[in-house]
Every structure is written in C-alpha cells, then in structure tokens.
C-alpha cells in the first residue's frame, strides 16, 4: 500500500487556476466546453469509487453497472452546469451526494429513458469494476467509507501513474522501476545498496533519488487533490481526510 505522500510542497504557481474542479464550478451559469471537458476527465478516473458506493448499497453487479453509467449520462448532460451549486466545494463530497439524490429520487425515472440518453458515456470496465469489488475487504464497511476508501486510493493512483509518466518522458523507466517501491517508506524488499546494484548506482545516489521521488510524488498528489477542490485553501484539509480514509477512519 503507497504511503503517506513525503515532502510535498505548495501547489506550484498558477496550477490551481486551470485545476478541473476550479473551472467546473467557476463556469457557474455560462456553459462551458471547457468545464464539461474537465467534468467528463474527472467522472472518467472516479468512476470506479461511486461504482464501489452502489455495489455496498445491495445492488447486483449488473444493476450497479446500469446505475453507475446512467448517472454519469445524466451528470455529463448538457445542462448540468446550469444547476451546479457552487457551495460544492470539494468534488469528492458533490459526486457522493449527487449519487445519493440519483439512487433516491431519479433511478425509478431513469428505466424509462434510454439508456444514456443520447449523451457521452463514460468508458467503464464492467468486468475490471467486479473484479476489483470482489476483493474488497469483507468487513461491515459502510458504502460511504468504502466511497471514500477507494475515492483516497484511486488519487494515489492517478498521482503515481503521472510520476511513472514524467519518467518515462524523460527516458528514465527503469529508474522508475526500481525506486518506485520505495514510495511507501517502508522498508521491505530492496535495500538502498541493492536498489543500488541493479540501478548501477551507489547506495548513496539512490537515497538522493529516492528522496527526489518522493518529493514529486507529494507534488502530484496535492496536484491532484487540487483538481478535486474548488479553493487552493481547501487542499490540506483534503489531504487530511485523505489519510484519515487509507487509515479506514
């Protein structure tokens, strides 16, 4: 399991003006291409969570798939940024309670329409989502603390598959690959000094990369907690809860 980010900093100098959430709820009344483009990339990382709420909720795998698909059809429907409540500070908190209302009041509507109704969908992985519901913990964790559980892992996810990314840009995989488990802190596995054999380097080299990636690491986690907020003051305390909800707080 990734650990708690280390040696993140502030959010770097204007990112958090273009950051998803900040446009979507900026956009208010006015529709935006822009927001909805941001809107549909962040329904399409955090799809799986709210799939994870439903399934916790009693629904069958294959109910739980209709369900999911035909919120997201509705929440990327061309209007939706007309009704945004701009007291939706944190993405996180609107897609749980929106999901809430659409299981509440609109499901029982929905059966009738056609499934998406003409909208975007979002590209779900029907058999992948199962697959990773079924090895959940099996314990009596409610659907909203597994929401939150897989909502704080999926960031992580993103946060690392972007580190991957920017080593790969710059040629640099394999180091990638043999420093990534280091991430967590822990010290299982790989010692510096055969991280050190493997990567050609002294042990001493691979402590000051090790520490550099962790570094980053931070930096792009509180990036993506900040394309989750609609506020830059609003990023620690969701890094908070954060750890709170990998702790299973």
Same mark, same amino acid.
């Given at each position: ?69 035909? %919120?997201?059809?509705?929440?990327? !429907?061309?209007?939706? @940024? #007309? ?5 939706? +500070? $944190?993405?996180?908190? =609107? ?57 704080? %892992?999926?960031?992580?996810?993103? !946060?690392?598959?972007? @580190? #991957? ?5 710059? +040629? $640099?995989?394999?180091? =990638? ?73």
């Amino acid at each position: 399991m990734i650990g708690e980010p280390q040696g993140a900093g502030p959010i770097p100098a204007g990112v958090f003006a273009t950051t998803h959430w900040s446009v979507i709820v900026c956009a208010g009344e006015t529709e935006s291409p822009l927001a909805a483009e941001a809107l549909s990339r962040l329904c399409g990382v955090y799809w799986y969570p709210l799939y994870a709420y439903v399934r916790r909720q009693g629904h069958d795998p294959h109910e739980a798939q209709d369900l999911t698909q035909e %919120f997201f059809a509705r929440l990327l !429907a061309k209007n939706f @940024l #007309r009704s945004l409540d701009r007291q939706k +500070g $944190k993405f996180r908190s =609107f897609l749980l309670a929106a999901m809430e209302h659409f299981l509440a009041k609109e499901w029982r509507d929905s059966r009738r329409l056609k499934r998406g109704g003409g909208q975007t969908m979002i590209s779900l992985d029907d058999q992948d989502a199962e697959s990773r519901y079924l090895i959940e913990p099996v314990e009596t964790m409610t659907a909203e603390k597994i929401y939150e559980r897989r909502w704080a %892992f999926t960031l992580l996810e993103q !946060a690392i598959h972007r @580190l #991957r990314e920017e080593f790969e840009a710059a +040629g $640099k995989r394999p180091l =990638f690959d043999g420093l990534s488990g280091f991430l967590s802190g822990e010290r299982t596995g790989s010692s510096y000094a055969e991280a050190g054999l493997k990567l050609d380097m002294t042990e001493g080299a691979v402590k000051v990369a090790v520490h550099r990636l962790r570094q980053r690491y931070g930096e792009l986690v509180r990036m993506e907690i900040a394309n989750t907020v609609s506020a830059p003051d609003e990023v620690d305390d969701e890094l908070r809860h954060l750890m709170t909800a990998l702790g299973g707080g």
